[in-house]
């Protein structure tokens, strides 16, 4: 188990509370924040979080040697990783985790939420074949209604996945609650646990539409 993030009576949800994390969650969250500062935090704030999230993965020794000398070293061990970002929003943050983790495996979900329902509806599927033996990351800023998350999840496990996580920036207690009743096993890793949905399905206090913020849509 991760040792930073802190838990919420709840030991299937991590809220993280660096210190870098809390602050750039902060100018996140900020309307005067343009769209490619925006960006730039989302991809930071997902490779600060993926930092702490694989803190707890297994390492092996391994000898290597220096320019100078033979040593012995550690490296990564256990199941390999895939990220898999639901468009569009969570493409900023597949970037970041994939800066730090250069050798995952990328698939990317199209799933958005029908304005009047709120219900999720998927239009886009790729997944790398291996996905089943990989541990899943899946990503994606809001985490509000919780719909979008559980057609991801029940999409990767009829793939036959079975670690899965979920990253979000900013979550909604609604959307939590909506996971774990779908699927108590999936962990959830977040910044900020927010007050609620408004009437729209938006996270408040929240930061607005993620996806617009992040490509200067409206």
């Known amino acids: 188990m991760p040792e ?12 993280f509370d660096h210190p870098l994390i809390l ?5 996140l969250r900020d309307k005067r924040t343009g769209h490619k500062e925006f960006r730039e935090l ?19 020794e391994i000898d290597v040697e220096t320019p100078l000398t033979k040593t012995r070293g550690r490296t990564i061990a256990g199941q ?4 898999v970002p639901i468009l569009r929003a969570g493409l900023a943050m597949e970037s970041g985790i994939t800066r730090l983790i250069p050798t995952a495996h990328v698939g990317h979900l199209g799933i958005y939420r029908d304005p009047d329902s709120l ?15 990989r541990e899943v990351l899946i990503l994606d800023p809001m985490l509000a209604t919780g719909g979008s998350t559980v057609s991801a999840i029940d ?3 009829q793939k036959g996945c079975r670690t899965i996580r979920v990253l979000a920036i900013i979550a909604a207690p609604e959307g939590i609650k909506k996971v774990h009743d779908a699927h108590p096993d999936v962990e959830i890793y977040t ?11 938006y996270i408040l206090p929240g930061l607005g539409d993620a996806g617009d913020r992040l490509f200067g849509t409206r």
């Open 155 to 157: 999409t990767l496990k």
């Open 80 to 83: 390999e990783i895939a990220v």
């Open 4 to 15: 930073s993030p802190r838990t919420s009576g709840d030991r299937r949800l991590y809220v």
């Open 119 to 133: 219900e999720p509806v998927p239009y886009y599927s790729k997944l790398p074949t291996d996905i089943a033996e």
């Open 191 to 201: 910044a900020a646990v927010d007050e609620r949905l408004n009437d729209h399905g």
């Open 23 to 27: 602050h750039k969650v902060t100018i």
């Open 42 to 60: 989302v991809e930071e704030l997902a490779m600060l979080m993926a930092y702490e999230v694989t803190r707890s993965h297994p390492t092996v």
